[in-house]
């Protein structure tokens, strides 16, 4: 029989709705979160530590034998929040992108999760190198043999989160050339060790990302998640755990930019009249809604196949990666438009939203690559 596919948030979800929405809301207004992304360190640690200590968050998504919690909709119901907020700190990376495959590792590795539970420990992935597109199996960056386990040496580049991290997941080739699909191994570095070099700047969205440096990087035998060169499967998990968390923390933020646009068009007058008594606004503000639902849909299918079967996992992710691209385009150009000017000045959240949306409509994969692997997999 199959699992059952859980489609309301039940009691303790919407608690845990509640008491976000209630923290985020008194430490993230609009000007709290620009000081805190234009200042250093770009996040807040005092915010990440009230999320573990006083809401429990940071256990969501680790697996239970590590001492995590939760389901795929706790999963969408922490993302939708953090969008809503447009949160700056790091949940997405550590929490959903990372810390599931902790659970691969040896001690070592698994023994982080603890530290993430705790707010102590915060992942990045190091993924990013030049000329890396879509095929996962192309990563070059080599990591040499050696009897404490391995040195790195390299460049990785648009670490996002870097900057915030303690820990790195890097996959390395360990054996083979780029390209081939066997040979990558994941290696869990910390930022400080020797040979360890970041060069941080702001993003589009003015979150933090960093080019890495590994210059003679050490990592002990102890580094190791998941087989050694077997773990391209880990980077495909990954990227669908991304671009889930991704979708969720979308429908938040899109909801965000429908409910400013219809509140600015209840009050913006033209030609003696409020702008949204014009049918053809009106049309086009359904439009935004509609296309909003669709992402949330898209988003909780990809959040509850995460742990199921790889190829459901692949489809629904792939489905929602689309899905969202559409909706970050769709609802963030019409929510500029219909503000006017005022849609892209920092004075309003619009245009801060609006460039979250062109971020997250352009990360973990290409729309291309998300069409022909969901057609493969329809196939």
Not at 313 to 318: K, P, V
Request: negative net charge; proline residues 3%.
């Amino acid at each position: 029989m199959g699992r059952v596919m859980q489609f309301e948030a039940g009691e303790e979800q919407q608690q845990l709705r509640s008491g976000l929405d209630r923290l985020l809301a008194q430490a993230n207004d609009l000007a709290a979160r620009t000081a805190t992304v234009r200042g250093e360190p770009g996040w807040r640690p005092g915010l990440w530590q009230r999320l573990a200590q006083e809401l429990g968050v940071l256990g969501v998504g680790l697996p239970e034998a590590l001492g995590g919690f939760g389901s795929g909709i706790d999963q969408l119901v922490v993302m939708e929040a953090a969008g809503r907020a447009l949160l700056p700190e790091p949940l997405a990376e550590t929490l959903f992108q990372c810390a599931p495959l902790l659970g691969h590792g040896g001690a070592a590795a698994q023994a982080l999760a603890a530290g993430v539970i705790a707010g102590d420990v915060r992942l990045a992935m190091a993924l990013g190198e030049a000329g890396l597109r879509d095929d996962l199996a192309a990563i070059a960056m080599p990591a040499r043999r050696n009897a404490d386990g391995w040195t790195l040496t390299g460049e990785k580049q648009v670490v996002v989160a870097a900057p915030w991290a303690t820990h790195l997941l890097v996959p390395v080739r360990t054996s083979g050339a780029a390209g081939d699909a066997d040979g990558l191994s994941l290696l869990v570095v910390p930022v400080d060790a020797t040979g360890l070099t970041l060069h941080e700047y702001r993003m589009l969205d003015e979150r933090r990302a960093a080019d890495v440096t590994f210059a003679g990087v050490p990592a002990g035998a102890d580094a190791l998640i998941g087989p050694e060169g077997g773990a391209l499967p880990l980077l495909e998990e990954w990227r669908d755990r991304a671009v889930a968390a991704a979708c969720a923390e979308a429908s938040g933020l899109l909801e965000r930019l429908v409910d400013d646009t219809v509140a600015y068009a209840r009050q913006r007058e033209q030609f003696g009249q409020k702008i949204g008594s014009f049918q053809a606004l009106q049309h086009r503000m359904v439009d935004m809604h509609l296309q909003l639902e669709l992402v949330r849909s898209a988003a909780l299918l990809a959040c509850q196949s995460l742990d199921g079967d790889s190829a459901a996992r692949a489809r629904a992710a792939s489905a929602a990666r689309i899905t969202t691209a559409q909706a970050c385009r769709f609802i963030g150009q019409n929510a500029v438009q219909l503000h006017g000017g005022m849609g892209m000045t920092d004075e309003l959240a619009i245009g801060h939203y609006f460039k979250r949306a062109t971020v997250i409509e352009r990360s973990f994969g290409s729309e291309n690559f998300h069409l022909a692997r969901r057609g493969r997999l329809d196939g």
